[in-house]
């Protein structure tokens, strides 16, 4: 038996291929009430087969829309995120401005009070080395100003004009050594010379180990010299090293200016205690190798 069905496997095969579609055109043309035993017996062989070829046609064709789909959606996510990316890119500029606002309103706020006649400038560079403590400003000559003119933000003085080009000049800050501004206790007005000492602090000299300077204290200019207008502020002494011997006492000073965040600042071009061209030029000859005169 098994080897006449190996041998005319073909024409059996064929049998039935033709055999299925006329019993299934046969049956389907029929009420369910007429089908006869041939016809049962065919459709419960030929029922299987098509569900078979159904459900393998509807995975491939589910397959495929998923995998349309699922192309669009790698479609639609990247074009989300690169409207993610704009939008913070967006959003970082819009803050940016926002903190660039509230600094520059601050600055204003100060100049409405002091009544000073300012020139805000953006900082545009500092200096690395340890011992030039020093900024560059994107303002010069061009807008008025000069050597020796005193800088300072809303928070305090950063320190003087240096030297000047047309559209840039260079301010030395209050944290270099070479520095010096008198300074007055704001609480026990005693009096010394705040000069730079490191590139965080500054420390004040040519106090008397008498003088009442505690820790906490505030420190402003007191105008001496007339390249500072007095009460701005310079700095808060953060520690006091009072020995029992000598006549001086160690002091000191955190400014009041926080230099590693330092974007903008406002250059004094006119107030009441201005120094005169001749004493500029005097102050304008200090440099590395010429130490300050130092205030008793």
């Known amino acids: 038996m098994i080897k006449y069905l190996k041998e005319y496997r073909f024409y059996i095969a064929l049998f039935f291929f033709v055999l299925i579609p006329i019993v299934a055109i046969d049956t389907t043309s029929r009420a369910p009430r007429d089908y006869r035993l041939p016809d049962k017996v065919i459709l419960g062989i030929v029922s299987p087969i098509q569900s078979a070829i159904t459900w393998t046609l509807d995975k491939l064709a589910s397959g495929f829309e998923n995998y349309v789909f699922l192309f669009n959606v790698r479609q639609d996510n990247l074009s989300l995120l690169e409207e993610n990316r704009k939008l913070l890119g967006t959003i970082s500029e819009l803050r940016e401005s926002q903190q660039e606002n509230l600094r520059l309103r601050k600055l204003l706020d100060f100049q409405e009070q002091s009544k000073f006649q300012t020139v805000v400038a953006r900082v545009i560079a500092k200096d690395v080395s340890t011992e030039f ?128 965040k330092l974007e903008e600042v406002m250059v004094v071009i006119h107030h009441a205690m201005v120094p005169t061209s001749d004493k500029a030029e005097k102050l304008d000859k200090t440099d590395k190798t010429e130490k300050p005169e130092k205030k008793n």
């Open 133 to 260: 403590r020093a900024i560059r400003i994107n303002r010069g000559e061009s807008s008025g100003i000069k050597r020796n003119m005193p800088v300072f933000t809303n928070e305090g003085i950063v320190g003087r004009v240096l030297r000047t080009s047309a559209n840039s000049a260079d301010v030395v800050t209050i944290l270099d050594p070479l520095s010096a501004v008198d300074a007055i206790d704001q609480r026990s007005r005693a009096r010394g010379t705040v000069e730079g000492l490191t590139d965080e602090l500054c420390a004040m000299r040519f106090t008397l180990r008498t003088d009442d300077i505690q820790t906490g204290d505030v420190l402003v200019s007191s105008g001496l010299g007339g390249m500072f207008p007095k009460g701005i502020p310079l700095g808060t002494v953060s520690r006091v090293n009072r020995k029992s011997f000598g006549i001086s006492q160690e002091v000191e000073v955190r400014p009041s200016v926080d230099f590693t």
